[in-house]
């Protein structure tokens, strides 16, 4: 027989969390999935950056004399296009660790604790990558007045399009890399005891 309150006729509804429960196990979100899905779309922008960054190349001609810019002329511009590899290369690994999370969740403490430390740490080389590359495009675009540093924006003006769509995208990317890092930090504190 199922209990009701005899003044009511109605079954007792559960007493709300109080503050030693766990006030997280009402929450219906799919943190595996979530994750998942942003590592899907860290890939995403990580490749599209490095894709856009490579294919930036613009020839012009004055007179008999031809230049060229690509982004393998600049040292930062071919250390954004490795790190953001590394990162494209590191989202693919931590993708398929997260669906294994999500297949066999036994070791979800042990993994979310390693993406944690390694989030962190690319998230530092997708910054600097972004930051060193958006110095170079900055001078490209302005020159500098107190060296003899020249804009070059103005004569290769494609070229420094496609610098700024890379950066822009690998500015997402690092946006995402926060979002991971704050997920594996709240599904973290969610598993500690109360």
Request: net charge positive.
């Amino acid at each position: 027989m199922a209990s009701t309150d005899p003044e009511y006729g109605t079954k007792p509804q559960p007493n709300p969390p109080t503050a030693g429960e766990n006030k997280w196990k009402y929450l219906k979100v799919p943190l595996s999935s979530l994750d998942a899905g942003l590592r899907v779309l860290l890939f995403a922008a990580c490749v599209t950056s490095v894709v856009v960054m490579v294919t930036s190349k613009q020839t012009i001609h004055q007179g008999p004399v031809s230049k060229e810019a690509k982004f393998n002329h600049s040292p930062a511009l071919i250390y954004f296009v490795a790190a953001l590899s590394v990162a494209g290369l590191y989202s693919i690994i931590t993708t398929l660790a997260s669906i294994s999370i999500i297949m066999k969740p036994a070791f979800s403490s042990k993994f979310i604790l390693h993406f944690a430390f390694w989030d962190v740490l690319i998230f530092g080389v997708v910054a600097s990558a972004t930051g060193t590359a958006g110095a170079v495009g900055y001078v490209g675009l302005k020159g500098n007045k107190h060296v003899p540093w020249q804009k070059v924006c103005n004569v290769f003006d494609k070229y420094c399009r496609h610098i700024a769509g890379s950066l822009a995208v690998s500015l997402f990317a690092s946006v995402v890399l926060v979002l991971l890092i704050w997920l594996s930090a709240f599904t973290l504190h969610k598993k500690i005891p109360k």
